[in-house]
């Protein structure tokens, strides 16, 4: 079963956050206990999102092996509906943090990787953790590599952007298929998404592109744009297209059938 999940993409601004934090607000919102991580050290935006500018604990801090997991991580289950739990660990937005971890070495990741591995057994075997979802650095940073050797399942997200197929495609046959993970694609801000034609020329499309089974489709809605990330999707607005989709993607990944 999947329960670690690192979300990924070559380039950024394809949508890895959005996802994220709606990902883990749709597992929250069934009952499940969840935990998002914000692994994207060089520009964190969970503590944005998920307002929550005053923490003074960061994940960094776990990573760098100063606090132990516990005392990073913030309980936010009050900004959910339901009876599920929705935890957070955040990049920490201080220019000084951003330069320190953009400064690590090799040997430091090869022990950071060892400690989000060591969260399989901390968060959930012993706290009972249903998901835990990494929210990474876009392309090929050691950061982003480690939440994909620690994860069991990977959501590649993609635009049709020139400039973001050939990357996607080259980081999905020589990265996930080294470390031979379990992928699901995402292809989001599609325009006309909903036309069953479209539909049907996308995944075609995703097919000969990517040869990776696809997660869902995502058009490109304005109302995202406009709430200017001060909405979390699928708990604001339940009704939303958005929401459904979330809801499909999440029962794929939970009943593990992505294809
Ligand atoms: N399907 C979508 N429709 C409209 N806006 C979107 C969609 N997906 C992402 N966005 C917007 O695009 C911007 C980048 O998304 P974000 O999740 O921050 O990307 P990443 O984390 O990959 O850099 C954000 O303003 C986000 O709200
Ligand atoms: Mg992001």
């Not at 969840?34 to 960094?60: G, H, M, T, Y």
């Not at 516990?70 to 220019?95: E, H, I, Q, R, Y």
């Not at 969260?119 to 009972?128: N, V």
């Not at 590599?145 to 399942?153: C, E, L, P």
Request: with cysteine; proline share 3%; aromatic share 8%.
């Amino acid at each position: 079963m999947s329960k670690i999940i690192a979300v990924h993409s070559y380039k950024g601004g394809t949508g890895k956050t959005l996802l994220s934090v709606n990902l883990a607000a749709t597992f929250a919102k069934s009952g499940k206990k969840v935990c998002i991580f914000d692994l994207d050290f060089r520009a964190p935006s969970l503590f944005a999102i998920l307002k929550a500018e005053d923490s003074e604990v960061w994940f960094n801090d776990y990573l760098n092996n100063t606090s132990e997991i516990d005392s990073v991580l913030l309980d936010l289950s009050s900004k959910v509906s339901g009876n599920g739990k929705f935890f957070a660990s955040l990049a920490n937005p201080s220019t000084e943090a951003i330069r320190d971890m953009s400064s690590k070495d090799r040997k430091w990741e090869m022990r950071a990787l060892g400690r989000l591995l060591a969260l399989r057994e901390s968060l959930i075997r012993d706290k009972e953790f249903d998901y835990l979802i990494f929210d990474t650095s876009p392309g090929l940073q050691y950061s982003s590599i480690n939440a994909i050797v620690a994860a069991d399942f990977v959501v590649v997200a993609t635009t049709g952007d020139r400039s973001d197929v050939d990357g996607t495609k080259r980081m999905l046959k020589e990265l996930y298929n080294l470390f031979e993970k379990k992928t699901g694609l995402v292809l989001n801000k599609v325009l006309d998404a909903s036309a069953t034609s479209k539909k049907a020329e996308l995944a075609a499309k995703v097919k000969t592109n990517y040869n990776v089974p696809m997660l869902g489709v995502l058009p490109c809605f304005c109302e995202i744009l406009r709430a200017e990330g001060n909405l979390i999707f699928v708990q604001d607005k339940p009704d939303h297209p958005f929401t459904k989709i979330l809801a499909e993607m999440a029962k794929k990944i939970e009943v593990n059938e992505v294809n």
